[in-house]
């Protein structure tokens, strides 16, 4: 599976931003897609993630309320609606694929797209 990410940019506190991630490659039911975001100094950590088949989603708590993903079978794109952005929310987000039924966690990713940067000001 090849993931590519595209969508970050400079945006004020409170507003939007959309994320996209193309899938190209065997994008198939045996897996979960997502996000994951690394801010300076930080380790990476998972943000979203749906499963290509159920489109099952999982939130991390500090978006919860503010992103959605989603997804689109047909172009093999996976999306990050993210309202409401904080400064916090500032970092580089890294489309990812896991295996399902793996955990969610960085170590146990099979594929990852370049980042993308999302910068939010105050």
């Known amino acids: 599976v090849q993931l590519q990410a595209f969508g970050g940019g400079l945006v004020q506190a409170g507003g939007s931003l959309r994320l996209s991630c193309a899938a190209s490659g065997r994008a198939s039911s045996d897996y979960v897609l997502g996000w994951f975001r690394q801010a300076p100094g930080k380790e990476r950590e998972f943000v979203s993630t749906i499963r290509w088949d159920y489109g099952t989603t999982r939130y991390a708590d500090s978006v919860k309320g503010r992103f959605t993903i989603s997804k689109d079978n047909g172009k093999n794109r996976v999306y990050l609606q993210m309202n409401s952005l904080k400064p916090e929310d500032t970092a580089v987000y890294y489309c990812?694929?896991?295996?399902?039924?793996?955990?969610?966690?960085?170590?146990?990713?099979?594929?990852w797209g370049q980042g993308t940067l999302v910068t939010v000001s105050s």
């Open positions: 990812a694929a896991l295996l399902i039924g793996a955990p969610i966690v960085r170590s146990r990713v099979n594929f």
